[in-house]
């Protein structure tokens, strides 16, 4: 039952960690646009016939790519705070399977341990019947 908590506390990381990355690859697409569109503007201005349209296009586009930016940004955090508590939970549980597993070969060797004992004295009663049966021959 740990190992399955362990492994769905896996699959959780997983996600979250390909859900920080999704964001990121947005935030760098949206950054590249940015700049893409930054230096087709500076090289327009160059341009002795500049096109208006494209002017008052980038002059409304701008505000909403840096809004949708500053989302992205606290979606970030947000993925990032939310694999944060995943990557807790993972080594949570994985501390506890280990502690089980610690628990377990405590226990077989013990077990094992009893197990020689018991061997051994059954041995050694044998030795003592084999011994005392020779004497009195």
Do not use: F
């Amino acid at each position: 039952m740990q190992k399955r908590d362990t492994d769905a506390a896996r699959t959780r990381l997983a996600a979250c960690l390909a859900e920080e990355r999704r964001i990121e690859v947005q935030k760098d697409t949206l950054i590249a646009q940015m700049e893409e569109n930054r230096t087709l503007l500076g090289t327009m201005r160059e341009d002795v016939a500049q096109d208006p349209a494209l002017w008052n296009g980038y002059r409304h586009w701008l505000p909403l790519a840096q809004a949708e930016l500053e989302r992205l940004d606290e979606a970030l955090a947000q993925a990032e705070a939310e694999s944060a508590r995943a990557r807790a939970v993972l080594m949570g549980r994985v501390r506890e399977e280990e502690g089980t597993k610690t628990i377990l070969t405590h226990h077989q060797q013990k077990q094992a341990q009893h197990a020689q004992r018991q061997e051994q004295a059954m041995l050694d009663e044998r030795a003592q019947y084999h011994a005392l049966a020779y004497e009195e021959l």
